[in-house]
């Protein structure tokens, strides 16, 4: 799915937060969804630092370091 501007939707959601939905983070008041289990804000972040390629990501945008395109070949998964 592309948007406004050429750029993919999960890279507009990937600017800023305010782009994603509110009613995206209250899933409990919701019904939650059926498939992907609640997670509290918590968990998600420890879930990621733990996952093996989510990781170097984020440290790498922690450092203010660009991932080189490279990754990509390293890392299939990502």
């Known amino acids: 799915m592309v948007?406004?501007?050429?750029?993919?939707?999960?890279e507009?959601?990937?600017i800023s937060a305010d782009a994603?939905?509110?009613?995206?983070g209250?899933?409990?008041?919701?019904g939650g969804l059926p498939i992907i289990p609640n997670l509290s804000e918590e968990d998600l972040r420890d879930k990621q630092r733990a996952?093996?390629?989510?990781?170097?990501?984020i440290s790498q945008i922690e450092q203010g370091v660009k991932p080189p395109p490279s990754?990509?070949?390293e890392l299939p998964d990502l």
């Open 3 to 10: 948007c406004d501007g050429g750029i993919s939707l999960v």
């Open 12 to 14: 507009s959601l990937a």
């Open 20 to 24: 994603v939905p509110d009613s995206f």
């Open 26 to 30: 209250h899933e409990d008041g919701l």
């Open 51 to 57: 996952d093996q390629c989510i990781k170097h990501v």
């Open 71 to 73: 990754l990509r070949t």
